[in-house]
T-cell receptor, first 114, second 117 residues
Framework: QQQVKQSPQSLIVQKGGISIINCAYE??????FPWYQQFPGKGPALLIA?????SEKKEGRFTISFNKSAKQFSLHIMDSQPGDSATYFC?????????????FGAGTQVVVTP | EAQVTQNPRYLITVTGKKLTVTCSQN?????MSWYRQDPGLGLRQIYY???????DKGDVPEGYKVSRKEKRNFPLILESPSPNQTSLYFC????????????????FGPGTRLTVL
């Protein structure tokens, strides 16, 4: 019952380029949309997150774009660096009755070439 | 140092032999959660806990048990492990904010790689 569809599965981008990862969700009852970054052998770490009352959030080189009507949100990595090579997961968090429930996308492996 | 610890980090066991994976956090977080990570499936939530003695099912709770007797600990119990529970397991914790939205950052442990033969 994967309610979050993430694409692409993998991505190769040159240093300085833009990486774009997309996520689409099926249920309207979500209140929080985080992105996590995971390096090999490590646990995921929160990268950036957005609430549904804003359409865009930017933190440094990372930007989330959110389209509530289309039930889609995306992560843009500007000026990609080799240190950005990692697996990225989008996630959705439930609303009031299910705050604790989190569902993740399948992940996107990003490789940034020098 | 603020952290989430898991033990053991690696475990190979046999079908049916009960095991417990421990999780502990030193950040006084109310919320804790367990996930399993499998290739092509991302992370899937097993159980979560909003506070002591409050636990609830995630998306894949079958075959697992949890308990939350103390705020800092949230062990994952596999009473009769099967090969399909071979996976990489992560524990995470977070504070809970007041207001309409939970905006707490989840802090993940280092993971436990479990193999069930």
């Amino acid at each position: 019952q994967q309610q979050v569809k993430q694409s692409p599965q993998s991505l190769i981008v040159q240093k300085g380029g833009i990486s774009i990862i997309n996520c689409a969700y099926e249920n309207t009852a979500f209140d929080y949309f985080p992105w996590y970054q995971q390096f090999p052998g490590k646990g995921p770490a929160l990268l950036i997150a957005i609430r549904p009352d804003v359409s865009e959030k930017k933190e440094g080189r990372f930007t989330i774009s959110f389209n509530k009507s289309a039930k889609q949100f995306s992560l843009h990595i500007m000026d990609s660096q080799p240190g950005d090579s990692a697996t990225y997961f989008c996630a959705v968090q439930g609303t009031t009755d299910s705050w604790g429930k989190l569902q993740f996308g399948a992940g996107t492996q990003v490789v940034v070439t020098p | 140092e603020a952290q989430v610890t898991q033990n053991p980090r690696y475990l190979i066991t046999v079908t049916g032999k009960k095991l417990t994976v421990t999780c502990s956090q030193n950040m006084n977080h109310e919320y804790m959660s367990w996930y399993r990570q499998d290739p092509g499936l991302g992370l899937r939530q097993i159980y979560y806990s909003m506070n002591v003695e409050v636990t609830d099912k995630g998306d894949v709770p079958e075959g697992y048990k949890v308990s939350r007797k103390e705020k800092r600990n949230f062990p994952l119990i596999l009473e009769s492990p099967s090969p399909n529970q071979t996976s990489l397991y992560f524990c995470a914790s977070s504070y809970l904010t007041s207001g309409s939205y939970w905006m707490g950052t989840q802090y993940f442990g280092p993971g436990t790689r479990l193999t069930v033969l």
